[in-house]
């Protein structure tokens, strides 16, 4: 059976409630190397002694966060010759990849079928690489900006503190955005206002326009299952731009989320299509995995189709 390595920030959401039941299970089983961490502070040290130790196969026990931070340091920091097989285990508060890879709701579920040696098929995903101010690339799988920050700052500040599971918290607010929009019906409010951004796909020239959202993801589904992605073509990211306002959005919100290969949606208001290549000239602040970044006007965020990982379903 091939070494294990464990990662666990204890910093993220469902950690910080306890890890007892992932200690016992660990307990049981020696042979796998864990490091406990607050944050991503020491994770290169980790990843570094996973490394010397053979180990072909790292958990993550995280957030979305903390799955970013992994594969932008075994990228970038190339302590294994080839990256190691990654399981994520649903530890925080956001958890996109871990389910839209096959994790269970529960971590102790997930990591009690992984030491148990249920090893479903791996599955080989593509990740994003982001490319910003000339500072190292960063890894991740979901990309968004404009109002997905916005959302995401909301979702923090009002959802956050009622401590739901990712699910729940992810229904909350998107019922508190609706019920915000209809409630300023006709009035400003700041998280559906539009934001000027200039997009370049695959070499074209960036064009600017304004844009409620734009999202870029190499994940199959999103929160709460939606699908807002539709575009045809052989590229490795999924791009969608919603421009401000978008026609009659809440009425199309289900086409939006949950439609088929083919929606209903007008073609000027709603982009959906594949890339390899996405140039971003804004400057509103933009997230990757849940982390925020603030952009810099007249330097372009730059994303492209990034190498492909394997991951381990739970």
């Not at 997930?110 to 249920?118: E, P, Q, V």
Request: net charge positive; glycine share 10%.
């Amino acid at each position: 059976m091939s070494a294990i390595g464990m990662v666990s920030n204890r910093a993220s959401q469902r950690n910080r409630r306890g890890m007892s039941d992932l200690r016992g299970l660990l307990a049981t089983r020696p042979d796998v190397h864990h490091a406990e961490l607050d944050g991503i502070d020491g994770l290169r040290a980790a990843l570094t002694d996973f490394a010397t130790r053979k180990v072909e196969l790292v958990v993550v026990n995280g957030g979305d966060g903390t799955v970013q931070a992994v594969i932008t340091s075994l990228l970038n920091d190339g302590m294994f010759d080839n990256p190691p097989t990654l399981a994520v285990l649903p530890g925080g508060m956001t958890n996109m990849i871990a389910h839209d890879i096959g994790a269970p709701r529960r971590a102790a579920t997930a990591l009690r079928r992984l030491l148990s040696g249920h090893r479903p098929a791996r599955e080989c995903r593509r990740v994003i690489r982001l490319q910003r101010d000339g500072a190292a690339p960063v890894y991740g799988m979901f990309f968004g900006t404009a109002a997905i920050v916005r959302g995401i700052e909301y979702c923090r500040r009002a959802v956050h503190p009622l401590k739901l599971e990712s699910s729940a918290a992810a229904g909350a607010a998107l019922a508190g955005l609706l019920a915000r929009r209809l409630w300023r019906r006709g009035g400003e409010d700041r998280v559906y206002r539009g934001d000027v951004i200039a997009v370049g796909i695959d070499g074209q020239a960036p064009e600017a326009g304004t844009y409620l959202i734009v999202l870029a993801t190499t994940l199959n589904r999103l929160v709460m299952r939606t699908r807002p992605f539709w575009g045809a073509g052989a590229g490795g990211l999924r791009y969608t731009a919603l421009r401000h306002p978008p026609a009659r959005m809440w009425r199309r919100l289900p086409a939006l989320l949950y439609g088929g290969e083919r929606r209903r949606l007008p073609p000027d208001d709603y982009v959906s299509r594949n890339a390899d290549d996405i140039r971003l000239d804004m400057a509103c602040p933009y997230t990757l995995d849940g982390e925020l970044f603030e952009a810099t006007p007249g330097q372009p965020v730059r994303l492209s189709s990034g190498p492909v990982l394997h991951f381990q379903p739970c």
